[in-house]
């Protein structure tokens, strides 16, 4: 592996150590999360869920740009 190689892969692995989760009472159901991240937020009548966790860089990043897009900040991520 190239050096730059190892260090994108040691990368992906740190970032994916977070857990994100949606504290429900914050969530107005605007939809942006699961605009963004479709694979890993869905909307229902109570607000947004979380269908599983990311699993890959791709979809982390996803997460972080809904967390970020979030207008009430309900989206939060803890890192192990």
């Known amino acids: 592996m190239e050096p730059q190689s190892l260090a994108s892969h040691r990368e992906a692995q740190f970032e994916l150590s977070g857990h994100f989760s949606v504290m429900g009472d914050d969530c107005i159901k605007c939809a942006s999360c ?32 809904a967390m970020i897009n979030c207008p009430t900040s309900a989206i939060v991520c803890c890192y192990d």
């Open 34 to 65: 699961s605009t963004l991240a479709p694979a890993i937020f869905h909307i229902e009548t109570d607000g947004a869920h979380i269908t599983r966790q990311p699993a890959d860089a791709i979809e982390f990043k996803e997460c972080q740009a």
